[in-house]
């Protein structure tokens, strides 16, 4: 049945409850829910039999059920759909077989069926889109709610993904026939587009449809019919642009389908329409708006990715974006540019306007490699390394490129240095000069090409005279002249030819010399901070050490000490470059050599390295062995290598592999135990006799069977085994070997194995020492001491000292060791027979827990037998080391007489190993140890004694506490190197709260301006990792301002400002700010005449960050600083205090910002003018008078009150995080001056001064 209305579609469902055109069709009445329940079966079985005509007459009921489809059943609305689906999909043939015949049809009513089914479809669909959506975001609910979810989401019994699918496929293939002639005239009405375009954009709005690859490919096809059909074109530009712009999820997606439409489609105005759209929005807009920023940057990156030859058309649009505030759309347009840059490479001929086009771009990139934001910095160099690995720069210039891409591994940003550092692997991997990069053989080759050049243009220059002369006699003859041309030709092409091969020998070079430049710079990245530059660095010196760079050395060695590296993610980087660089084989069918590879590798690692590099590398061999990367063949081989079984091995290699397999033997001792003997054949026969360092090694080695709890118990050796004879024989007969220099270490390395491995190591060590002492009484006994008896002399010493320290670790460690073992196996023998004599019996002991008291009572008085057997029986009493320690004390005591370097130092290390047996040998001598420590003339003593000091004041405090401030006097040593001991002594002493800090922590201040910048960085460590210590910091700072403000302290006022800038950057606190504003203002009234520290003062108040109350505090003692207004550094530092106050004060504080500017002013006026007034007083004095009378008038003082509440304790600490104690000032002390003393007269002066400011003094004074 026909219907003479027509069918309006609506913009709002509503409207067709109301009449709004004449002839438009009108739904008189929606159904109520009870009559859609009755009447939708018939109608759903009316409109399958009869078809789509059948929709004039159901209309109604069909759009009451979108009306009311909140209050129907899920399955109403289903069977709805179902039929709705069937029925479109049967019209869509109908209607294409209709209008392919060109049948006679009714316009009218074929056009009204297509508009109320086409609208009916596509509100079902956002119906059921809606609740999918709700089903979805039910899912992610709490755990109580998820029994609730599960019965929503069963609710749904069909795929509504595969049912989305068949509509939009209906409704494709209504668009793909000619549906425009049901219209008059023949063109679709608008608001028919948009039906089926919003349709379409509103489900891709949601992120799960938009995934569905299928859902998008159907989608994208209707768009681009409607574009192409149906003058969609402007409507879909401005709605990509608003998707993009509240969707972030669609940025991609509308990249595919932009591209897929141009693709397909051939809709490129779409694309320019889009870019165009973008371009008109405000670049303040831009940079507000984030979120949409970057959806329009990565639509523009993903589109020139795939589509750009047209995003090149229109690059001029958006090149303007390159200038605005916006970063990210200035990435994306770089990121474009790159894009097109890439794209072009794949044309075979490039013709002139695209290599200008190409260059532009690159011109562009390069521009901008020193933007001012770092995220387009680190942009344009990932850009650049896309670009380099597609090869699509031109090799003239990629020098320069690289050029800027090495400046900036000094960038501020980290994100900046790790991708040059990746930008440089990744040109080093596709560099155009191939993998020999040997400079010197590279330059040999070039000095040869040139010369071969020189040659053959003298060659040419000959042979063109001779042509010449030829042309003048024969000026008839033609086939002389062409004869000579083709010799001239091929001459010119071969000079051509080597001049192109030098000019690539020449960028060759230059190529390896970047990277030689780099490598130091990228090295120093291996200590930063942040582990992504570490982890970058580490990457590229793999990849530079594969390329045969043999500066890479350097940095792979700097490597090593992160292997100890606290993140776990550098650590395994490091182990994984180590294993990847010397453990890897090469790949080949020969295993032995493959192994033998791998063994040099090791090897190499070995050679030249500092001992801090070879602790590092144990712990390395260590992780080695841990994961399995050291097989037992590559340590057969290192032992062959040492016992020289494998031909052609050196010496020098042989004691390389023991070094390696020392360090393997940290993790795996296996191999060591079953080749004991043969360590001791090679490192105590002939072999070890002339190779000391070969023989320190080996007992360094068979020490580590002793070093671990875990390992098997080696039973001790008598004191007259082999091993020790060899060693006696070695000490004896090598110590009057004054040319070799390596007895010494040996000598520490022997010591110690005697005490790890003899029964009686105070035996064997006293038969040596009484060995030596005999050849020294000898050599003494020839006549006058000579050089040679002093050095015999040092190396006796050394050596009795060594002995002393490893019988206090053997009496401490072994000894107390083996006393709780046999105290605990006596106990658990008696606790086994007590239980068997009172098995039925209870105990009322065991009730009161005295059995375990009885243990801990063992263990102290375990300890303090050890302790009074090493104070009174080692280097104290009647033993032979006693009198040796007697004989040390002597030579340092004598200075003037042993007046040799080495003596002395052996002598004054020797007697602090001495004085760490024993708290009795300590205690006598500490007043020895310091005199030398002051005043011994020798650098290294003085060294090397600060070293030892740390080592006596962890092991006896109480002795050493009184001494505290030599320790910081050495600070102010002549020698860089005391000074560098002595500062990493006091550091690790006072972060581990060894000794308290006292006064003189204003010294360590000091060296913050030190002229050395090891010792100013040493400095900053220090108050660095002191700032960590809660309110260290903060209490120590007020003993810093007062003692370097005084100028005796000689710290200039340049000085103190750079080191207060430094310490105060610390204080963050607001409390602390507060306390610090008061206790400073207090401070000036204690220096009233003191313009220096006025000065002082007033720049560390214009350091602190000030808060509203700090400043209040300020305010409020403003009469303790008037009087210093008149100079004009405390006035610039109280109006830095103003100026900041007035950018961040509340605004209630600003009132008083204001009143202090105004008193400021005021005060500082009146204190210049009469500053003035007293000066012109001075001069009026000086002038002689004749009226003035000869009677002296008796002055009257001057009268200055102060505030009752001014009477504070100045810079008062917190005792409980640090001790500062002015009265223990140790500065002034000599060396034999008793521990304590009193104040010297200047410092009672000075506090006489300070405690006098605090009553009131009355003086008068006229101005």
């Known amino acids: 049945?026909?219907?003479?209305?027509?069918?309006?579609?609506?913009?709002?469902?509503?409207?067709?409850?109301?009449?709004?055109?004449?002839?438009?069709?009108?739904?008189?009445?929606?159904?109520?829910?009870?009559?859609?329940?009755?009447?939708?079966?018939?109608?759903?079985?009316?409109?399958?039999?009869?078809?789509?005509?059948?929709?004039?007459?159901?209309?109604?009921?069909?759009?009451?059920?979108?009306?009311?489809?909140?209050?129907?059943?899920i399955m109403i609305k289903q069977d709805v759909w179902t039929t709705l689906l069937s029925?479109?999909?049967?019209?869509?043939?109908?209607?294409?077989?209709?209008?392919?015949?060109?049948?006679?049809?009714?316009?009218?009513?074929?056009?009204?069926?297509?508009?109320?089914?086409?609208?009916?479809?596509?509100?079902?669909?956002?119906?059921?889109?809606?609740?999918?959506?709700?089903?979805?975001?039910?899912?992610?609910?709490?755990?109580?709610?998820?029994?609730?979810?599960?019965?929503?989401?069963?609710?749904l019994s069909w795929s509504w993904k595969k049912e989305r699918d068949d509509a939009l496929s209906a409704i494709?293939?209504?668009?793909?026939?000619?549906?425009g002639r049901l219209w008059d005239p023949p063109v679709v009405e608008e608001e028919y587009v948009n039906l089926i375009s919003n349709c379409c954009y509103t489900i891709l709005e949601r992120q799960e449809s938009a995934k569905v690859a299928s859902t998008k490919e159907i989608i994208f096809h209707i768009i681009g019919l409607l574009i192409k059909k149906y003058n969609h074109s402007l409507g879909a530009s401005v709605k990509v642009v608003q998707l993009i712009q509240h969707f972030e999820h669609l940025a991609t997606v509308m990249a595919d389908a932009v591209a897929f439409y141009v693709n397909e489609y051939r809709a490129n105005t779409v694309a320019s329409d889009i870019i165009r759209e973008i371009t008109k929005i405000s670049p303040q807009e831009l940079s507000r708006d984030s979120s949409s920023t970057r959806g329009y940057a990565t639509f523009l990156v993903e589109l020139a990715e795939k589509i750009p030859a047209v995003i090149n058309s229109n690059i001029s649009l958006l090149i303007s974006h390159l200038d605005g505030e916006s970063y990210v759309m200035r990435n994306a347009v770089l990121s474009v540019m790159g894009a097109i840059v890439v794209s072009l490479i794949h044309k075979d001929d490039l013709d002139d306007a695209t290599k200008k086009t190409r260059d532009h771009f690159l011109d562009r990139l390069e521009a901008h490699v020193h933007d001012i934001n770092a995220f387009v910095r680190s942009k344009v160099i990932q850009i650049s390394t896309h670009i380099i690995s597609e090869k699509a720069v031109p090799i003239a210039r990629q020098p320069g490129l690289v050029e800027l891409v090495l400046d900036r591994l000094h960038d501020k940003s980290s994100n900046v240095r790790r991708n040059a550092v990746k930008f440089l692997a990744c040109y080093m991997a596709r560099n155009p000069y191939g993998a020999d990069f040997d400079v010197e053989k590279l330059t040999m080759t070039l000095e040869s090409t040139n010369a071969t050049i020189i040659q053959l243009e003298l060659t040419l220059d000959q042979e063109n005279v001779t042509v010449k002369v030829e042309d003048q006699n024969n000026n008839n003859d033609s086939q002389n002249q062409v004869s000579s041309e083709d010799p001239l030709s091929e001459m010119e092409q071969k000079i051509s030819q080597h001049k192109l091969i030098a000019r690539y020998l020449k960028d060759a070079i230059g190529f390896v010399k970047q990277v030689q430049n780099a490598i130091p710079i990228i090295s120093g990245l291996l200590g930063s901070k942040t582990p992504s530059d570490v982890m970058e660095a580490i990457?590229?010196?793999?990849?530079?050490?594969?390329?045969?760079?043999?500066?890479?050395?350097?940095?792979?060695?700097?490597?090593?000490?992160?292997?100890?590296?606290?993140?776990?993610?550098?650590?395994?980087?490091?182990?994984?470059?180590?294993?990847?660089?010397?453990?890897?084989?090469?790949?080949?069918?020969?295993?032995?050599?493959?192994?033998?590879?791998?063994?040099q590798g090791l090897l190499s690692l070995i050679k030249g390295s500092t001992i801090g590099e070879l602790v590092s590398l144990?712990?390395?061999?260590?992780?080695?062995?841990?994961?399995?990367?050291?097989?037992?063949?590559?340590?057969?081989?290192?032992?062959?290598?040492?016992?020289m079984a494998v031909n052609e091995v050196s010496q020098e290699d042989s004691h390389y592999a023991l070094v390696v397999l020392g360090m393997i033997a940290e993790e795996e001792k296996s191999f060591l135990f079953s080749n004991i003997n043969t360590l001791i054949e090679i490192g105590f026969g002939p072999r070890g006799e002339n190779n000391l360092v070969l023989s320190k090694d080996i007992c360094y080695v068979l020490q580590k069977l002793y070093r671990k709890k875990k390992e098997m118990n080696v039973a001790r050796l008598p004191e007259d085994h082999t091993i020790f004879e060899r060693i006696s024989s070695i000490l004896c007969t090598g110590i009057a070997d004054l040319k070799n220099n390596y007895w010494i270490p040996f000598s520490e390395e022997a010591i110690k194995l005697i005490y790890n491995l003899a029964l009686s190591p105070e035996s064997v060590c006293k038969s040596v020492i009484q060995c030596i002492?005999?050849?020294?009484?000898?050599?003494?006994?020839?006549?006058?001491?000579?050089?040679?008896?002093?050095?015999?002399?040092?190396?006796?010493?050394?050596?009795?000292?060594?002995?002393?320290?490893?019988?206090?670790?053997?009496?401490?460690?072994?000894?107390?060791?083996?006393?709780?073992?046999r105290r605990q196996a006596g106990e658990n023998d008696k606790t086994i027979s007590e239980n068997k004599k009172k098995a039925h019996s209870s105990s009322d002991e065991d009730d009161l827990g005295l059995g375990g008291c009885v243990g801990a009572i063992a263990d102290d008085a375990e300890m303090e037998l050890i302790r009074q057997l090493c104070d009174s029986n080692v280097v104290t009493g009647n033993g032979m080391l006693s009198a040796c320690a007697n004989f040390i004390v002597v030579v340092c005591g004598n200075s003037k007489k042993f007046n040799e370097s080495e003596l002395q130092n052996a002598a004054a290390v020797a007697l602090a190993k001495c004085m760490l047996v024993s708290s009795k040998f300590c205690e006598q001598h500490l007043q020895l140890l310091f005199t030398i420590v002051e005043k011994s003339q020798f650098p290294s003593v003085r060294a090397n004694l600060a070293v030892a000091l740390h080592d006596l004041t962890v092991r006896f405090p109480n002795l050493i506490e009184p001494w505290t401030g030599h320790l910081y006097n050495q600070l102010k040593d002549s020698?860089?190197?005391?000074?560098?001991?002595?500062?990493?002594?006091?550091?690790?002493?006072?972060?581990?709260?060894?000794?308290?800090?006292?006064?003189?922590?204003?010294?360590?201040?000091?060296?913050?301006?030190?002229?050395?910048?090891?010792?100013?960085?040493?400095?900053?460590?220090?108050?660095?990792?002191?700032?960590?210590?809660?309110?260290?910091?903060?209490?120590?700072?007020?003993?810093?301002?007062?003692?370097?403000?005084?100028?005796?302290?000689?710290?200039?006022?340049?000085?103190?400002?750079?080191?207060?800038?430094?310490?105060?950057?610390?204080?963050?606190k607001d409390r602390q700010c507060e306390n610090l504003t008061e206790k400073i203002c207090y401070r000036f009234r204690a220096a009233k005449t003191d313009s220096r520290q006025w000065r002082n003062l007033a720049y560390c108040l214009s350091l602190l960050n000030l808060n509203d109350r700090a400043f209040r505090k300020l305010y409020e003692n403003f009469s303790c600083f008037q009087h210093a207004l008149v100079d004009d550094d405390v006035d610039a530092s109280f109006n830095t205090v103003l100026n900041k106050m007035k950018r961040f004060a509340k605004p209630e504080t600003k009132v008083l910002v204001e009143e202090f500017q105004d008193r400021l002013n005021e005060f500082r006026n009146k204190g210049i003018e009469n500053e003035n007034t007293a000066q012109r007083a001075v001069s009026v004095k000086k002038t002689p008078r004749k009226s003035v009378s000869k009677a002296k008038k008796k002055k009257k003082p001057i009268n200055i009150t102060f505030e009752d509440d001014s009477d504070v304790e100045l810079f008062d600490v917190d005792a409980d995080e640090i001790s500062v104690n002015v009265d223990s000032d140790l500065e002034n002390l000599e060396p034999s001056t008793p521990s304590r003393r009193k104040r010297s007269t200047a410092h009672k002066r000075k506090s006489k001064s300070i405690l006098s400011a605090k009553k009131p003094s009355t003086v008068n004074s006229r101005a």
């Open 1 to 73: 049945m026909s219907s003479p209305e027509q069918f309006k579609l609506p913009l709002k469902m509503e409207d067709l409850l109301h009449v709004t055109e004449l002839n438009s069709y009108v739904v008189e009445e929606v159904a109520t829910t009870r009559e859609i329940q009755c009447n939708i079966g018939s109608g759903n079985s009316d409109l399958r039999k009869h078809g789509a005509g059948e929709i004039l007459n159901l209309f109604n009921l069909y759009y009451s059920v979108l009306v009311k489809h909140n209050e129907l059943d």
């Open 87 to 155: 029925v479109i999909k049967e019209y869509a043939i109908d209607i294409t077989a209709m209008l392919e015949k060109n049948e006679t049809i009714d316009k009218m009513k074929e056009l009204k069926i297509l508009k109320m089914l086409s609208y009916l479809v596509v509100n079902f669909i956002e119906i059921f889109e809606n609740s999918e959506n709700k089903i979805q975001m039910n899912l992610v609910t709490p755990r109580k709610n998820r029994k609730a979810t599960k019965k929503k989401a069963t609710n």
């Open 172 to 179: 494709m293939q209504l668009l793909e026939t000619d549906i």
């Open 539 to 599: 990457e590229f010196f793999v990849t530079a050490k594969s390329f045969g760079f043999d500066t890479t050395q350097i940095g792979i060695k700097k490597m090593l000490p992160l292997v100890w590296s606290r993140e776990q993610t550098v650590k395994e980087a490091v182990i994984d470059a180590y294993k990847k660089l010397y453990l890897e084989k090469v790949g080949g069918q020969n295993k032995k050599r493959d192994y033998k590879v791998i063994v």
């Open 618 to 643: 144990e712990e390395l061999m260590c992780e080695f062995m841990r994961k399995g990367f050291i097989s037992k063949e590559i340590i057969r081989l290192l032992w062959g290598y040492f016992t």
């Open 773 to 821: 002492a005999k050849q020294l009484i000898s050599h003494l006994n020839e006549g006058e001491r000579n050089e040679i008896s002093s050095k015999l002399l040092a190396r006796f010493i050394t050596l009795t000292g060594n002995v002393a320290l490893c019988q206090l670790v053997h009496l401490d460690v072994t000894v107390s060791k083996q006393l709780k073992e």
């Open 975 to 1068: 020698s860089l190197e005391v000074k560098r001991n002595s500062i990493k002594v006091l550091t690790h002493l006072i972060l581990n709260d060894m000794i308290k800090v006292k006064g003189q922590i204003s010294e360590m201040a000091v060296c913050l301006e030190d002229s050395s910048k090891e010792i100013s960085n040493l400095a900053k460590l220090f108050f660095s990792e002191l700032s960590k210590k809660g309110n260290a910091i903060y209490n120590i700072l007020p003993d810093i301002i007062s003692r370097l403000s005084d100028a005796e302290v000689g710290v200039t006022e340049a000085c103190f400002r750079s080191i207060l800038k430094y310490i105060m950057s610390f204080i963050e």
